[in-house]
Structure formats: C-alpha cells, structure tokens
C-alpha cells in the first residue's frame, strides 16, 4: 500500500491520477480519438487517455501527454484502425540502418562507465 509513502502522498498534491487500461480498451481509444479528432494515437497515450477519462470532472482541466508514437506498435495500431501506423519521415529508414547493441549486467557503475567512454 502506497499511500502511506511521503513521496507518493507529495504526487498527490498535484493530482497526478493512476488507473489500468486493457487491451480492448487501448484498441477502442485509439478508434475513438482517430474518429473524432483525426489524430493517430500510441498504445501508451491511449492508455493514459483512457484513464484521464474515468477521472474527468466538470471545469477541471485534465492534460494526457504523447508517451510514444504510433508506428512503435505497428500491429496494435493496424488491428485498431485497420491500416498501417504512419510513419514520420525522420524514421523512414529507420530499419535499413545498423543497430548497435551492448548487452549489459544490472550494474550501475559498469552502466555509468559505458556511458562516460562511450557517449559523453
């Protein structure tokens, strides 16, 4: 039980909400604000929308960000709107460049050290 942690009741001061959305949920909001707004959601934002509206009040502002963009669920997205996830034009080719991949151990210091070599 959460709600007795100092930093989760400090989250409440600023009415951040939580709830769940189910598959079928993410499927039917993803329609729905397509339909109605002309928009291609995400599965994560349609998850943050669909709880934003089980806690809507009236004269109360409710803001649910843009979390990830629709073509990372390629599949999700055509099984909801029955064509493909658009695809901005910086990540056209996106799949016909190399991938570069470092298999890690859950250390945080060798974590930091790569990223002090390798990155900064």
Known sequence: DLSKDVAFQR???FGFVSGRSTHQNRLET????DQQ???MIDTHTADGV???RHYLQKDVPML???TALPIK???TIQEALGRP???PSAFKDIKAKPQRVMNMPADTMQIKQFIEQHVI
């Open 11 to 13: 989250i409440q001061q």
């Open 30 to 33: 993803i329609r729905q604000i």
């Open 37 to 39: 707004y002309g928009v």
């Open 50 to 52: 669909q709880v934003a």
């Open 64 to 66: 649910v960000l843009e």
């Open 73 to 75: 669920f390629e599949e």
């Open 85 to 87: 996830a658009e695809c």
